[in-house]
C-alpha cells in the first residue's frame, strides 16, 4: 500500500492536511502540544510503516502501542469523529490530487475509522 500511494511524499502530505485542520480545531488543538512538529513526524512515520514502508517508527519508537499512547487523553465520541473528519477531509483531497485507486482509498478509509473508534477511551 505504501508503494501504491507513492511513498514517502504521500504521507507527509497526508498527515500535513491532517494536522492544517487540528491546527484550528477548538476540541483536539488542547490535546497537542504547541508545536506539533514531533506529533506529525511520529503520524507520518508511524503510517509509512503501518503501511509497509520503512520501519522508521518502531526504530525510534518501539512497539506503536496505539492504544497505550494515547491513554493520557479523554477521547470521547466528540474527539473520535473529529479526527476522523479531519483525516478523511485530507484522503479525499489526497485521492482527488493524485488518483489513488478506489479499493487503496477504501482500505485506508477502513482502517482510519476503526483506529478513530479504538481510541475512545471516554464515554
Do not use: C
Amino acid at each position: 500500500m505504501h508503494d501504491a500511494v507513492g511513498g514517502e511524499g504521500f504521507f507527509v502530505d497526508l498527515v500535513d492536511r491532517f494536522y492544517a485542520g487540528v491546527a484550528t480545531d477548538v476540541l483536539l488543538r488542547p490535546l497537542y502540544p504547541a508545536d506539533l512538529t514531533e506529533p506529525k513526524r511520529h503520524m507520518t512515520q508511524f503510517l509509512q510503516q503501518y503501511w509497509g514502508g520503512p520501519g522508521t517508527y518502531s526504530e525510534q519508537r518501539g512497539h506503536p502501542r496505539l492504544r497505550q499512547r494515547h491513554l493520557p487523553f479523554v477521547i470521547g465520541e466528540p474527539e473520535r469523529d473529529a479526527w476522523l473528519r479531519h483525516m478523511l477531509t485530507a484522503l479525499d483531497a489526497m485521492v482527488a490530487e493524485r488518483g489513488i485507486d478506489p479499493a487503496v482509498e477504501q482500505g485506508m478509509v477502513d482502517h482510519f475509522v476503526n483506529a478513530a473508534d479504538f481510541l475512545v477511551n471516554a464515554r
